[in-house]
């Protein structure tokens, strides 16, 4: 093979080498972008969910407080009440 030739062939390579390199680069960088923007999301679902069952569980917590101080608020308080 005529050493212009393998020289042409090199540079096509090279040419062939980048371009995939470039797209794969490419690639890369927008799947990290689609997946970073999907995990943030989640994370900003999961702080609502979060956020709304603390509250549902304070809710309870002093709805369950008040039952108790009032059942016993009915119970006897000395032998004799008994």
């Not at 979060?50 to 108790?68: C, G, P, S, V």
Request: net charge negative.
């Amino acid at each position: 093979m005529d050493p212009q030739n393998w020289i042409a062939f090199g540079g096509f390579l090279l040419a062939l080498v980048t371009t995939v390199g470039g797209a794969t680069a490419y690639l890369h960088h927008t799947i990290h972008a689609v997946v970073d923007k999907a995990v943030d999301s989640a994370k900003s679902e999961l702080k609502g969910e979060i956020k709304e069952l603390r509250d549902e569980t304070r809710a309870n917590h002093l709805h369950l407080t008040h039952r108790i101080d009032g059942l016993y608020s009915q119970l006897p308080r000395t032998a004799q009440e008994a």
